[in-house]
Each structure stands twice: as C-alpha cells, then as structure tokens.
C-alpha cells in the first residue's frame, strides 16, 4: 500500500492520487505524518472525507483518532472531531483549504452521531462522546441519568454521574424527571453510581429509602446508606443488628456492614454466624471479626481452612497469614495434598508460603503437577525460584532429601540449570 511507504514523495503523491478511495484508518496515521506535505495532505483529505459523510468519517475515524492522540501531531483530528461534532465555527487554519469544509455538521446531523458514539464499544469514543455531549448540553436530567445506570465503565459512569447529581441540585426534588433520575442511578450495577443515587435521596426527600441500601454488595454504597440514616436521626448499627437477627437469615452485605460499624459487643453475634449454613455467611462472620480485631485463635482458623465454601477458606487463609511464622507447618503441608479440595489446597499453600521453611519446597514438588493451571503454575514458579544451596547450608534439610526433591522437579527445569542446581547442593558437601 503506497500510503504506507517509506519515502514520504510516493506518500505524498499517493494521497494525491483519486482513482479510487482510500482508507480512511491509513489517511488518519499519515495526519500525524513526520513528513509536513503528507501531513498537510492527509488532513486536507480527511477533511474533504468529513465534509462528503460525517457520520461515516466520525464513526469509523474517532477510535484511531484517539489511540493517536498522544502522538506529537496527533491533537489535531481531536480537535477537528471535537469543532465539528460541538458545532463550533473552525478556529483559522483548522479546516486546511477553504471550501473544503463550509461549517461543521447540521444541528441534527451532529446529534445523531453522537448518539451513535455515545453506544460505541470502544471505551475512549464513549468517554469521548459524552464529554462532547455534556459540554454541548444535548441531554437533560432523565436521559443523564439513565446513561450513568446503564454504562458499564466505571470511568464513563462517573461523568454522567456527576453530570446527573448536578442537574439534580438545580432541578426542583421531588418532580417526576428527579425521581426517575434517582431510580436510574439507584438501579447502576456500579457502586459509584449508585453511591451517587443514595447520596442524592437525602435532598430529594426519600431518606427512608436509606435501609434499602444498607446491605448493599458494595461497601463504599453501604457507607452512604449509613451516613443518610445517621443523617436523619437513626441508628445504623441498630439496625444492622435487626438485619443480622433477622429469622429469614442474615445477607453476607449485612453481615459485613455490621463489622464496618461494629462494636465488641458485635462479636459474640459475629462468632455464632461462623456456624451458619451459608457460606458467604460465614466468610463475612470471619472478615468481620478479622475487622473487629476478634480473630479465633489458630486452631479453628485451621478447621476453617477445611471449609466447604471456597470464601471461608480464603477469609481464614487471610486471618493466618500474619502469624504463619507461628504455625506448625504439619497441619499445612497435610492439605497440599490432591486428597484435600482445591480452595484448601491453595489457602494452605499460600499460608505454608508465608511462614518459609522447607516444608514449602515438599509441598511445592507436590503440586508442580497439580491438576489446576493456577496452583499448579505457583508451585512451579516456587520451585524454580527456590534457593537450594541456603536450604543445604542452613541444614533445613538433609542433603539425601534435596537431591531427591531435585529429581522429582527435573523436568521443571533446563539441562543447564539442572546441571547448576545439582552444583550448588555439591559445592556445600
């Protein structure tokens, strides 16, 4: 392709050229061109390209556009996309030739391609998109709104967030396009936006709605459901442990947020959910005595490692790691075996990791050929990294059972480096 040649005069020449169209991706690189002919060229094309189909040029130039953005001369499309997509009258030099382009697109024109933008899968358009969309003020309250509860990147979200809550403040509370622009951010699956929505039914009159939102899945949206019931003369941690006594069975969400308000007399309450039927029950019983500085002793943390719900597992895991150097490694090496489940084997081997010794290494062999692609790639890597003279000069281990571990994990290793491990265990003798 002659506009990807490397000598700038065929380049040149190429953009020239109008024996048939060209591609719109290569006439935007050669815009950022080090050549200046091929780069007054391109832009001269691409505009003519802008000013024949804006929506067809916009649509499929603005994602290369903005992956070009960073280079030297890459602010300029921006800027063209941006003029014309905002109806501003071109700065002068912008449009490159006179006649090119008259003006930037209709009113309408430019509305429906960025509404096109607005649903692109490429996260930089979208973004894009609505900050050409706030500064145009296209939208109002409900349709702000419903964008930020439906947009799935956090980035994105919280522009259309921002931009709701502040057409809420200078929207009357109460209207019917206020309370649908509160439900819409209420209903986000991101916590910043729905955050956002219980942050704003306070100034719209509806803090009752706040216990809703107490056992939220997100804990910076069970702050601010805290912070709106403190606000309207309650008692969240009241009312969390109503939510935790509840005889329906307590939420994990509740359970937690008992632990982010808790008190020591939480604890015994906290403690008795450790025997829930629920798993994510019991995770969050163990995370909020962990948080409360209540943590059961080693020997249950232990059994706890052995517990059925994966979640359980990795919240005793955490509660062992500060004092694994304390632990007695048998128990630990016991469940790094296939025998036990995968959630016990990983939690102990990250514990047994944690405390050093040369029971990691036993384990580790073991695992090298461990069913599951993650544990197993950790076992190797802890293998291959794993110092085998210090174990030899330390006397961590007798040298009989180093070679035999070596031997076990020979194919974990290159001839060469085979060869220098089994020296280092020699060099010591």
Do not use: N
């Amino acid at each position: 392709m002659l506009l990807c040649h490397p000598d700038g005069r065929v380049r040149e020449e190429a953009l020239g050229a109008r024996r048939a169209p060209m591609p719109l991706p290569l006439v935007v690189v050669r815009c950022t061109d080090p050549v200046p002919q091929v780069r007054a060229r391109a832009r001269r094309v691409l505009v003519r390209a802008l000013a024949a189909d804006a929506p067809y040029t916009v649509s499929t130039a603005v994602p290369l556009v903005l992956r070009l953005a960073g280079r030297q001369q890459g602010a300029w499309a921006v800027e063209l996309f941006e003029a014309a997509l905002r109806l501003r009258p071109p700065r002068p030099g912008q449009w490159w030739e006179v006649g090119l382009l008259t003006g930037p697109p209709s009113r309408k024109e430019a509305d429906g391609i960025l509404a096109g933008l607005r649903g692109a899968a490429h996260l930089p358009t979208r973004r894009f998109a609505a900050r050409i969309s706030l500064a145009r003020g296209v939208l109002d309250l409900p349709e702000l709104a419903r964008h930020a509860g439906a947009e799935r990147d956090p980035a994105t979200a919280r522009i259309w967030a921002d931009a709701a809550l502040t057409a809420l403040a200078a929207a009357r509370a109460g209207t019917p396009a206020a309370r649908a622009a509160i439900d819409a951010l209420l209903g986000s699956p991101l916590p910043g936006v729905r955050s956002a929505g219980v942050t704003a039914l306070r100034a719209a009159g509806r803090t009752a709605e706040a216990d809703r939102y107490l056992a939220d899945r997100s804990a910076p949206v069970r702050a601010c459901a805290r912070w709106l019931v403190g606000q309207d003369g309650g008692d969240p941690h009241a009312r969390y442990r109503r939510l935790v006594s509840d005889p329906a069975g307590p939420s994990p969400y509740a359970v937690a947020g008992l632990a982010e308000c808790g008190r020591a007399d939480d604890v015994p309450l906290l403690r008795e959910l450790l025997g829930h039927a629920v798993g994510r029950v019991r995770a969050a019983a163990l995370a909020g005595l962990r948080q409360l500085g209540a943590v059961p002793d080693s020997t249950e943390l232990l059994a706890l490692l052995d517990d059925p719900a994966p979640s359980v597992a990795r919240e005793a895991c955490r509660a062992l790691l500060p004092v694994a150097g304390r632990l007695d490694p048998g128990p630990l090496v016991a469940r790094c075996t296939p025998r036990a489940g995968l959630h016990v084997r990983r939690a102990a081997f990250r514990v047994l990791r944690a405390r050093g010794g040369i029971e990691v290494l036993r384990a580790a062999v073991a695992l090298s050929s461990d069913w599951e692609p993650k544990l197993r790639g950790v076992a190797r890597a802890t293998v291959r990294g794993w110092d085998w003279r210090l174990a030899r000069c330390t006397g961590q281990s007798d040298p009989a059972e180093l070679a035999a571990l070596l031997r076990r994990s020979a194919h974990l290793f290159s001839a060469a480096e085979l060869a220098d491990r089994r020296a280092r265990l020699r060099s010591v003798e």
